[in-house]
């Protein structure tokens, strides 16, 4: 049974930058793909970045060219920098897994941008 873990959220003002982090622990098989996903008040749950065995990343077009999701696969550890936050960025940050074929979520983080 995998753990995530998120850690990182919190409240910026309009441009500025957060770093989430998500820590994977009890993988069985490997875990190839990770991912971010993130739920605003009152929407579904969305698609915001992902990585593929720890080098292929694909981003939403709304977070394209501003936020940037990494791994450092010796520490089984998830990364996303966010820059440029917009007020639309306020959600729940989720982190997502694969460990062969089980998908596992955290429990998200909080993000809100706001001035």
């Known amino acids: 049974q995998v753990q995530l873990v998120e850690s990182g959220g919190g409240s910026v003002q309009p441009g500025g930058s957060l770093r989430l982090t998500c820590a994977a622990s009890?993988?069985?098989?490997?875990?190839?793909?990770m991912a971010w996903y993130r739920q605003a008040p009152g929407k579904q749950r969305e698609f915001v970045a992902t990585i593929i065995q720890g080098r292929t990343t694909d981003y939403a077009d709304s977070v394209k060219g501003r936020f940037t999701i990494s791994r450092d696969n010796a520490k089984n550890t998830l990364y996303l920098r966010m820059d440029n936050l917009k007020p639309e960025g306020t959600a729940v940050y989720y982190c997502n897994a694969f460990d062969g074929p089980y998908e596992y979520w955290g429990e998200g983080t909080q993000v809100t941008v706001s001035s």
């Open positions: 009890g993988s069985r098989f490997s875990i190839n793909a």
